[in-house]
């Protein structure tokens, strides 16, 4: 039995990493401030995982988590690009210095390896699909560049220390407990709850915008062997399903399954946000054995099915 710190164990992603932890019978620790979290997508963990509430930015309070374990899953950050463009010196605080505490706090603690939740959003919008890990970041938000400085503290801390880290940049994640009610939400909660609730979906944009959209399941499963399998040190993988949709494509798929086809609302693109996004994840194949086990189609119905059951 290993023990696995989950910071941010309260969110959206981190949430889905405890309970699949939990059900292997690994012993767990959740630190998470609740800011953003929620303490219900813990319920299915309930008494099987401890929780520290604490803040990223509190490095007392990181080492404390960080006491005896094994590996550090780091999914605590503020999310959203947007939300990086109205508040970037918060975004700055959580994601940069709450990430090098988690990092000193693993050093000084002993731990075997820390996996870091990056972002296919540090590559910006070059047009060159699909994006693989050689290409030169170009962040293009707050949120982008906090992503990146993590990655590059991430490596430093490898090579200066010799701590032991794994880098997986996310594409789109989505599923279950992503919480449509947030200012900040993603465009498939939003649109699920939309299209449930009777409303009319905002596409902000042409709609011809795409994704790499890639069911949570997936990202857990990534995150697991990322912390296991000794080829995937010092490494910066993507993980994604390899292929793309327009939120055009999104927004029927989600009518097609929710039984309710409506014509979107278009408003002006929003800053920061990227055109178009696709992943080539050979090389997390190569060094973590990663293949997508839920397809994007499986995902948007599994996802639309648990909206339905809590609606």
Known sequence: MAFYLVTGG????GSHLVAEL???A??????????????ENLAPAAGQAEIIEGDLRDYQAV??????????????ALPSVQRSVDDPMTSHQVNVDGTVNVLEAARQSGVKRVVYASSSSVYGDKPTLPKHEEMAPAPKSPYAASKLAGEYYMQVFHQVFGLETAVLRYFNVFGPRQDPKSHYAGVIPRFIA??????TPVIYGDGLQSRDFTYVANVVAANLLAATVPEATGQVMNIACGERHSLLELLELVGKVVGRQVQPQFEQERRGDVKHSLADISRARQYLGYQPQVSFEEGICRTVEWAQEGS
Request: proline fraction near 0%; hydrophobic fraction near 35%.
């Open 63 to 76: 080492l404390r988590a960080c006491q005896g374990v094994d590996y550090v899953l780091h999914q605590g």
């Open 10 to 13: 309260a969110g959206f992603i």
């Open 194 to 199: 939309c299209l449930l609730n009777g409303g």
């Open 26 to 39: 690994e012993r767990v620790r959740v630190l998470d401030n609740f800011s953003t979290g929620h303490r």
């Open 22 to 24: 939990v059900s292997r």
